[in-house]
């Protein structure tokens, strides 16, 4: 998998992090830098963290489900994506986001936030990728975003949530056909 697909993903992946980020800062006032660095940490690493587990159990079943990776990767990528979009439209199964900042409320919303990323863990087992490289950079990627988040909705509020939900469904979808379309040989 090349830097860029594995940058696009990470981006696609930080989308609920960010949106759950923008709400974040809506509900906090005169935030300090730690505050930024809390809740870019604690997203981050819930990320990062679970495309580890999955690509541990994706190295269990590799050898049963490698006829058929390819599609694997695709609907799972596929399901994750629509379900992104899908949530995006619901409005009354949203979590509350408020202002506390402690252990247990950032790690329920770091792992509300990266369920999707346990499966993303198991398309990389499928695809041989580099699983420290790719956390790695989910980490980072999820951090930064979230930091942008709360920034964001610290001035501007909640309106951008949907169309990051929206927009990470959509890359998620796009990868997963780029995948299945490389494997049948119809793109290279």
Avoid at 41 to 52: E, K, N, S, T, Y
Avoid at 154 to 171: S, T, V, W
Wanted: charge should be negative; include cysteine.
């Amino acid at each position: 998998m090349l830097f860029i697909e594995l940058f696009i993903i990470a981006l696609g992946l930080g989308m609920d992090s960010f949106s759950v980020s923008i709400c974040k800062g809506l509900t906090l006032k005169n935030i300090e830098v730690k505050t930024y660095i809390k809740i870019g940490l604690a997203f981050g690493i819930f990320q990062g963290l679970m495309p580890v587990i999955g690509f541990l159990l994706g190295q269990t079943f590799k050898d049963i489900i490698s006829n058929v990776d390819h599609w694997l990767a695709f609907i799972l990528l596929g399901i994750i994506g629509i379900n992104m979009i899908r949530e995006a439209f619901e409005k009354g199964e949203k979590e509350e986001v408020d202002d506390k900042l402690d252990f247990k409320n950032l790690s329920i919303l770091g792992i509300a936030t990266s369920i999707d990323a346990l499966i993303i863990g198991i398309t990389f087992a499928i695809m041989n990728v580099n699983i420290i490289i790719a956390s790695l950079v989910i980490i980072v990627v999820t951090f930064i975003m979230s930091i942008i988040g709360v920034r964001i909705g610290n001035i501007c509020g909640c309106k951008f949530e949907k169309k990051a939900e929206i927009l990470g469904g959509i890359i998620l979808i796009l990868i997963g056909l780029k995948i299945l379309l490389e494997h049948l040989n119809i793109i290279s």
